[in-house]
């Protein structure tokens, strides 16, 4: 009977309810948690080397090796699209460092500073779409690193490739198909619950497997493949105006590829040691990936000439070759590289989102949980590999709402507010950042004026047989066009029709607040009222 009542005392929502920090902001539970809260100093643990791990890990990613060779599959030549990937990263790189500096400085995440700019209430549209977009692209991601599994096991067991199917045309997916992908969810979910502090080891571990054996497959290319005869060799096949746009797209597409981290990149420089830490990202993010899309365009390159056929999707290319163990240990580097991917990019942002939502009852680590059964299985992403291609074509058309966030955050901080924010006002509904009933019409309206110029393109990319005539020119340049018409727009109003209540004298950080009301700190918790007069005087 005691088993019983343990059980059922879990059904109920107050057994889930997360112990509040004594230390933190909010007026109540509802409002934060400890994953939410600003990191304490003893959390502050990513050096400069962790960051070039983390890059040098995120560089190497079937994602990145994919956006490279595809663009010889558009027509472009590798001289087109070399310096596409490495103006993209090279812009991307900037942005990254400028959002990533406000996360090192104030030690809190995307979720929370989104709300100094959009205002409390509107920051919830960008956070919960976040968590659709990270949900459906870990999904995707966990189905191609089944992909690897199989390879993989195929290596090993060639008669993988004959296992008898049980399951329906209907299915989108085969038996082995299954057992690989299951395979490959058991081994990513441990991982997932490693805190984000601790993670950082498994992006080390990677930027020392994964870039010396795709370094192997480029000395493969050349060796099999002489450059004379493959990559240098080859030309672009278009011309003119087509070959602009289409080196536009490839700019857009390399912009985009991270376009998502560059909005939440204050989620991991928040553990930064200080804000010099991350500043290697300037340097890391254009070389690592100029340097592995070199890699995808030469193998891709020899593959054309090996096979006859562009195999843009380097799994595609493994399972040509007759060398089984050389099969194995690639597939494995790509296994190990979509999981350090997948873990950064799609499932700690979702997590960190979701503390937001509902942060009463769920923390980074429940994030990911959640993450990994709602993104890994409810979503089936083989269905959507399978039937939603016009739905994979709106997700990647997601920046034209990525750049305009990006645009606003970075115009909030260095340009309207120039860098005096009040961190303690991110976590009170009825804050100083509560603009107009939680809104910010500024940000609304830079949003309304840079997002729907691009939404015919996009349209166009769901459904290419609706023809939106020029209108799909613009959305070439999506993110740059979103970018930088949402921050000349978003400044331009923000100083014009300021919202003066949101501006302070100084920057208010955590530890300021920690010190203003440190003779109230008797009892486990800060007395809130004296809280909220103390950060008055302050401003």
């Known amino acids: 009977m005691s088993l019983i009542n343990k059980v059922s005392a879990y059904a109920r929502p107050e057994a889930w309810v997360l112990e509040p920090e004594p230390s933190t902001f909010a007026p109540n539970s509802r409002w934060s948690n400890k994953d939410m809260d600003p990191v304490p100093p003893k959390g502050r ?23 490279a060779s595809s663009m010889l599959a558009i027509g472009l030549s590798w001289r087109q699209a070399l310096p596409a990937i490495a103006v993209g990263h090279i812009i991307i790189s900037v942005v990254m460092v400028l959002n990533g500096t406000i996360g090192a400085r104030l030690h809190v995440g995307f979720p929370v500073l989104n709300r100094s700019s959009f205002g409390f209430w509107f920051s919830y549209f960008s956070v919960i779409s976040r968590v659709v977009l990270s949900m459906f692209w870990f999904g995707i991601q966990t189905y191609t690193g089944s992909e690897c599994v199989y390879q993989m096991l195929k290596a090993i067991w060639p008669s993988l490739a004959h296992l008898h199917n049980g399951l329906s045309p209907g299915a989108h997916i085969t038996t082995a198909g299954m057992m690989c992908y299951f395979l490959y969810w058991l081994i990513q979910f441990p991982l997932m619950l490693v805190s984000p502090q601790k993670i950082r080891w498994l992006f080390i571990v990677k930027a020392f497997i994964v870039p010396p054996a795709w370094l192997a497959m480029l000395i493969w290319a050349f060796v099999k493949v002489p450059s004379n005869r493959g990559l240098f060799e080859q030309h672009s096949t278009l011309s003119g105006s087509a070959m602009s746009y289409a080196w536009l797209s490839a700019l857009n597409s390399a912009l985009g ?227 930088s018409v949402a921050t000349v727009v978003y400044t331009i109003l923000s100083l014009a029709f300021p919202a003066k209540e949101t501006f302070v004298a100084d920057a208010i950080t955590s530890e300021d607040a920690a010190e203003d009301v440190s003779g109230s700190e008797g009892s486990s918790h800060l007395d809130r009222k004296s809280v909220d007069e103390e950060i008055k005087v302050v401003v």
């Open 45 to 67: 643990t990513w050096s400069t080397f962790n960051y070039i791990a983390y890059w040098v890990s995120d560089a190497t990613n079937v994602a990145a090796w994919e956006l």
């Open 257 to 483: 590829l991270y376009s998502t981290l560059a909005v939440n990149i204050p989620d991991f420089t928040r553990y930064a040691k200080n804000e010099r830490a991350q500043y290697v990202q300037l340097f890391i993010i254009p070389t690592a990936f100029t340097l592995v899309g070199f890699i995808g365009l030469a193998v891709t390159s020899a593959g054309i000439t090996l096979y006859g056929d562009v195999l843009w999707d380097p799994l595609q290319l493994i399972d040509r070759w007759d060398n089984r163990a050389a099969a194995f240990f690639a597939s494995f580097t790509f296994v190990l590289a979509t999981l350090g991917t997948n873990i950064s990019a799609n499932s700690l942002s979702a997590a960190n989102d979701m503390t937001v939502l509902f942060p009463r009852y769920i923390n980074i680590r429940r994030g990911q949980a959640l993450c990994a059964i709602l993104g890994g299985w409810a979503l089936c992403p083989w269905e959507i590999l399978a039937s939603a291609q016009g739905f994979l074509a709106f997700m990647n058309g997601y920046t034209v709402f990525l750049g305009p966030f990006a645009g606003i955050m970075i115009a909030d901080y260095w340009l309207v507010h120039k860098c005096k924010v009040d961190v303690p006002a991110m976590y009170r509904p009825h804050g100083r950042y509560r603009y107009t009933y939680g809104f910010n019409w500024r940000a609304v309206v830079a949003i309304l004026l840079s997002v729907p110029p691009n939404m015919p393109g996009l349209i166009s990319s769901i459904n290419p047989k609706i023809n939106v005539g020029g209108a799909t020119k613009i959305f070439d340049f999506a993110w740059l066009f979103g970018f």
